[in-house]
């Protein structure tokens, strides 16, 4: 390709501003950020102006706020006048140590109640909730917590999961127990294995490869590990731009999540449906699946199903489970359309070329 051609596949990279918890003044029971454009003028509740175009994205089981901050910043960066809300899921991040920290049970029921009512909190209705795995179930379950029909139209994006029970339904080496069993559920027995606090991260690191998990999986696993309380101060590498920290020198370190409070809402997540949402999906509602190209998951005729009950399935290529992370310009393509968001730098020049 070209230098003109190279050019127009870059994305933008207009400012982006990240108002934090602290910053809200909110004394919600959920750690948030929010990520906005360069022509957002709203700073919260508190502000006169209006509320901008807003989207959710929820992470998904064992992760935290900041594994989707990179797809927040792209989509923002591409269409300033919008905003996303990110959050800790309850006993995920900070939120899993904040004293108003939501109680048990802990569901995926229950995490969608507690978004909702930290958008209440915000006073803000978003266009859009995009939730990844776990966090597809969320946002489906947000929205069967209103009437059949919507105070506002919404569109729903479900990253890589299904609506219906999981178990049995895992792709690749997911489930069975065994050595090669990369599962969701066998990875929090492992992590309940580890012996806290742990002297380093590199400690966790080993435990969780030498259980046959994978480095990228083992390293991910580590951005979840703080300083232990009352640890003497050490030196430290932050990664990532967020409040999630590799500590390379001594310990104690321990988990910012609440592993028990987690296996409880993984093993909700594997036995919740939302076909109900499927097959009869309240006014407002426009909802959309994506599936990864090497999904956790083997789809067989759901696809149909939910394509017969008038929803969208649609393929992402060269990206496993985490579709933000593997191919996040082609994430933003399927997306970008059904909320008219600016088109991709790349696909813009696709459509320019056909067109010429």
């Known amino acids: 390709m070209n230098a003109e051609g190279t050019e127009m596949w870059r994305p933008a990279q207009a400012a982006v501003r990240h108002l934090r918890r602290e910053t809200v003044g909110l004394d919600s029971n959920l750690a948030f950020e929010i990520v906005q454009g360069s022509d957002v003028q ?59 920290r939501p109680q048990g049970p802990h569901g995926v029921q229950e995490a969608a109640h507690d978004l909702l009512q930290l958008l209440r909190q915000l006073r803000l209705f978003p266009r859009v909730l995009i939730g990844h795995s776990f966090g597809g179930k969320v946002v489906m379950s947000m929205v069967q917590q ?39 559920e066998r990875l929090i027995e492992v992590l309940r294995a580890v012996p806290m606090p742990a002297p380093n991260r590199q400690t966790v690191i080993d435990h969780v490869l030498t259980a046959g998990f994978s480095l990228p999986i083992a390293r991910w696993v580590a951005t979840n ?16 731009g967020g409040l999630y920290t590799y500590y390379e020198g001594g310990g104690p370190l321990t988990w910012t999540f609440d592993l028990e409070g987690i296996a409880e809402m ?8 939302q076909w109900d949402l499927v097959t009869r999906p309240p006014e407002g509602l426009s909802l959309d699946f994506v ?65 010429a």
């Open 266 to 273: 993984y093993r909700s997540y594997e036995a919740s449906q």
């Open 42 to 100: 709203w700073s919260g509740v508190q502000d006169s102006a209006a509320a901008p175009p807003t989207a959710v994205l929820v992470h998904g089981i064992l992760g935290h706020k900041t594994n989707l901050s990179s797809f927040a910043e792209l989509l923002v960066r591409r269409n300033p006048d919008w905003q996303v809300v990110l959050a800790d899921l309850r006993c995920h991040g900070e939120s899993a140590s904040l004293p108003s």
């Open 291 to 355: 599936r990864a190209e090497r999904s956790a998951y083997h789809w067989g005729t759901d696809i149909n199903k939910i394509r017969s009950a008038g929803h969208g399935v649609y393929l992402l290529p060269a990206s496993g489970h985490w579709v933000a992370a593997d191919n996040a310009a082609g994430l933003y393509d399927l997306i970008a359309p059904s909320l008219q968001l600016a088109p991709s730098p790349r696909r813009r020049f696709q459509e320019e070329a056909y067109a």
């Open 225 to 240: 590990l703080r300083r232990a309380p009352d640890a003497p101060p050490l030196s430290f590498d932050q990664v990532g």
């Open 146 to 184: 209103f009437s059949a029909k919507l105070p506002r139209p919404v569109q729903v994006w479900v990253l890589d999961t299904l609506p219906g029970p999981l178990a049995g339904r895992a792709a690749g080496g997911r489930g069975g127990g065994g050595p090669n069993d990369d599962s969701p």
